[in-house]
């Protein structure tokens, strides 16, 4: 265990050299918050101008609280980012990933804000048409799209159908050729190049499902046989997808440079142009301090300078452009409030201790701490104290010892039985990652807005819960 900047007086916890003492462990930290969310005068967290203690009276804890204003104006800003640095290019568009949240309130921000919208099975694109989603404007993908997935998607006429793998063209076009529609495609390319927060790998060989290989010489032929159907596939762009929570542009750049590559084979061998690039998403956020996420604003300067740079290299004309950011839409306009149950003291040996602090969620809402080993952040959220911070971890309800929310943190060490506690930057992949682990209900998605609270999921009910048990 470290010796503590504190001193010897904080010698006596558990947290991780990475986790710094608070100053204020009140205090909100910078960016790790949602735009609106501040401390109201009594000491309570407030995000959109509602108090947490009036969410929680009602619609009870846990629940997950939107910050409208922050949603809409992260996905503005990356439309006009990137808009504004490829102007003098070909161009930017921008699709939000429906995976990482998505329903129909969410939708329709999505479409009114000019956005395009990724989905990637049957259901989320159920939730877009019914929200009235425009299907030129959506990109379906999938590795393993079913028959009836692709023929739904066909029929809606999204405007980008991407496909994974070879076989998949002739499915895609036989269905096409079978509702009498010419389908609008994307191909997916696998480059070698994986991102994951602050390193990327680039090798030859992939170990992974996803998309045509590009070392393997798949990607090539792919086109080829894209092309050779062109009755009943148009054949929109190329995409390439190369992972998550990413922080520089690196990564981005060996894709770009690979994709682009392939761009100019097919102009010499297939005397076709390639008119879209669609490079993804993974814009990494900040769940805590040892996260430094770059803005839209210079992850679009940094791509746009890289895909000239490489289609000036290449003597390409350059395409326009797509990028598919999920998380640094979603993940910061989101804070999950939790009411807090036992509180547990705990030996670790020596003078060290932790104190467990349960709390009425866990695992079923937010499964990245144990999936990824996430490090999420906390503050108490019902009021402010002045006692001196303890570390905390902050444990669910469930049958499980990872069910782990926050795994290290400082709490006032007065942290008890009836508070509230909230979590920042749970937007993304947390709900739609939600389970009913232990028959645990799924928790409600309410939007805050100019001091108004709409409900935009409902809580999951008992009764949700046994509908399905028809035996
Ligand atoms: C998951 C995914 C995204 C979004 O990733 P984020 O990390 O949420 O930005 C975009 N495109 C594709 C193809 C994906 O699979």
């Known amino acids: ?28 930290l910078p960016g790790l918050w949602s735009q609106t969310t501040r401390r109201g005068a009594d000491g309570a967290l407030e995000v959109g101008g509602v108090s947490v203690a009036d969410i929680a009276r009602e619609v009870g804890t846990p629940a997950m609280i939107l910050d409208e ?66 299907a030129e404007r959506l990109a379906m993908h999938g590795n393993n799209k079913s028959e009836a997935e692709i023929r739904r998607a066909l029929q809606a006429g999204v405007g980008r159908l991407v496909i994974d793998s070879l076989d998949e063209i002739e499915q895609v076009s036989a269905i096409a050729a079978d509702l009498g529609v ?15 927060t602050h390193e990327f790998i680039a090798t030859a060989h992939e170990d992974q499902k996803f998309g045509i290989s590009l070392s393997a010489g798949d990607a090539l032929e792919a086109v080829r046989r894209t092309l050779a159907a062109s009755s009943s596939l148009e054949l929109v762009g190329l995409h390439s997808h190369i992972g998550s929570q990413i922080f520089d542009v690196g990564g981005f750049e060996v894709a770009a440079r690979r994709v682009l590559g392939l761009v100019r084979e097919v102009r010499d061998e297939l005397g076709h142009e390639i008119a879209h690039l669609d490079l993804g998403g993974g814009f990494g956020v900040m769940y ?52 807090v149950g036992t509180v547990k003291d705990v030996a670790l040996g020596g003078p060290h201790h932790r104190l467990y602090v349960s709390v009425d969620g866990g695992m079923s809402d937010n499964i990245r701490t144990a999936l990824y080993d996430a490090d999420y952040s906390c503050l108490l959220a019902g009021r402010v104290s002045d006692v001196v911070p303890a570390v905390v971890r902050v444990v669910g309800k469930h049958c499980e010892s990872g069910d782990i929310v926050v795994k290290d943190e400082y709490l006032p060490a007065d ?57």
């Open 182 to 196: 010419r389908a609008r495609v994307m191909l997916r390319i696998t480059t070698g190049v994986e991102a994951h």
């Open 69 to 134: 204003a922050d949603f809409r104006a992260r996905a503005r800003r990356f439309r006009d980012a990137f808009a504004e640095a490829f102007r003098p290019l070909a161009g930017a568009d921008i699709y939000y990933a429906g995976k990482s949240f998505l329903c129909g309130a969410v939708a329709r921000w999505v479409d009114e804000d000019g956005l395009g919208l990724d989905v990637c099975t049957g259901g989320e694109l159920a939730v877009a048409l019914r929200a009235g989603f425009p």
């Open 1 to 28: 265990m470290r010796a503590h900047e504190a001193g010897a007086l904080h010698g006596n916890d558990a947290s991780p050299s990475w986790l710094p003492y608070p100053a204020d462990v009140n205090a909100l």
């Open 415 to 471: 942290v008890h039985r009836g508070d509230l506690i909230s979590v920042p930057v749970t937007g993304a992949y947390c709900y739609s990652l939600a389970s009913n682990y232990n028959h645990v209900p799924r928790p409600p998605v309410v939007a805050v807005r100019d001091g108004e609270l709409r409900t935009i999921v409902r809580r999951e009910t008992e009764d949700d819960l046994l509908a399905l048990d028809v035996g």
């Open 288 to 339: 805590n301090t040892q996260h430094t996420p770059k803005s839209p604003e210079e992850l679009a300067t940094g791509i746009s300078s890289i895909v000239e740079k490489e289609c000036h290299e290449l003597d390409l004309t350059v395409p326009r452009v797509a990028f598919e950011p999920g998380r640094a839409i979603a993940g910061p306009s989101t804070q999950t409030l939790y009411g």
